[in-house]
């Protein structure tokens, strides 16, 4: 257990439909990061949050957005799905530059 | 801006052979962090090394050993004596002085047949 925990880890929907994935990050760290794998591709940075507020944009669409919440847990939102959107969707957290990223074990997403 | 670039993108080896995987960073940053993580088949993403940008030493851990050189911008990933568990993707990454993001390279994937 990494102590980045994602929730679902698999996830069937639509296209047309909205979805949110959750990230609760490791205890301490006040930074998460989102990242989209798709199949056979490297891992895409998406979006980062610091204690609440957004901090750096990646490739994010404008379909999908993010918030991090008091308690620090994060949600990253999916909307008008596409089948191109089916993807490993990775949260990582970090407590500041040295100690690198911790990484959640993933939410497959799959839209049919 | 930084990038990373893994320019082997699948690898195939026998059991116990030495495998050398590359890794080629750019960034303007003096100060920046290069990683490896590994992605075995069930898809989650572990953590293998940090090496900072002031630390130039060479470091093994068991049958894994890591080559850093400035002088070349590169970050070389080194499995001694491979086994089938080693078969993974493999990701090089970078992440420089702000921390907004770590930028990986596209993976080398590895595949060791017994």
């Known amino acids: 257990d990494s102590g980045v925990t994602q929730t679902p880890k698999h996830l069937i929907t639509a296209t047309g439909q909205r979805v949110t994935l959750r990230c609760s990050p490791r205890s301490g760290d006040l930074s998460v990061y989102w990242y989209q794998q798709s199949l056979d591709q490297g891992l895409q940075f998406l979006i980062q949050?610091?204690?609440?507020?957004?901090?750096a944009k990646g490739n994010i669409l404008e379909r999908f957005s993010a918030q991090q919440f008091p308690d620090l847990h994060s949600e990253l939102n999916l909307s008008s799905l596409e089948l191109g959107d089916s993807a490993l969707y990775f949260c990582?957290?970090?407590?500041?530059?040295?100690?690198?990223?911790?990484f959640g074990s993933g939410t497959r997403l799959t839209v049919v | 801006a930084q990038k990373v670039t893994q320019a082997q993108t699948e690898i195939s080896v026998v059991e116990k052979e030495d495998v050398t995987l590359d890794c080629v960073y750019e960034?303007?940053?003096?100060?920046?962090?290069l990683f490896w993580y590994k992605q075995p088949p069930s898809g989650e993403l572990v953590f293998l090394i940090r090496?900072?940008?002031?630390?130039?030493q060479n470091e093994i851990s068991g049958r894994y050993s890591w080559n850093f050189q400035k002088s070349t911008s590169s970050f070389n990933f080194t499995i001694t004596a491979s086994q089938v568990v080693d078969s993974a993707v493999y990701f090089c990454?970078?992440?420089?002085?702000?921390?907004?993001?770590?930028?990986f390279g596209a993976g080398t994937r590895l595949t060791v047949k017994p």
């Open positions: 090496r900072n940008s002031f630390d130039e």
């Open positions: 949050y610091y204690n609440g507020e957004e901090r």
């Open positions: 960034t303007r940053d003096t100060t920046y962090y």
């Open positions: 990454a970078l992440s420089g002085n702000n921390n907004n993001d770590m930028r």
């Open positions: 990582a957290s970090s407590g500041g530059l040295p100690y690198g990223y911790t």
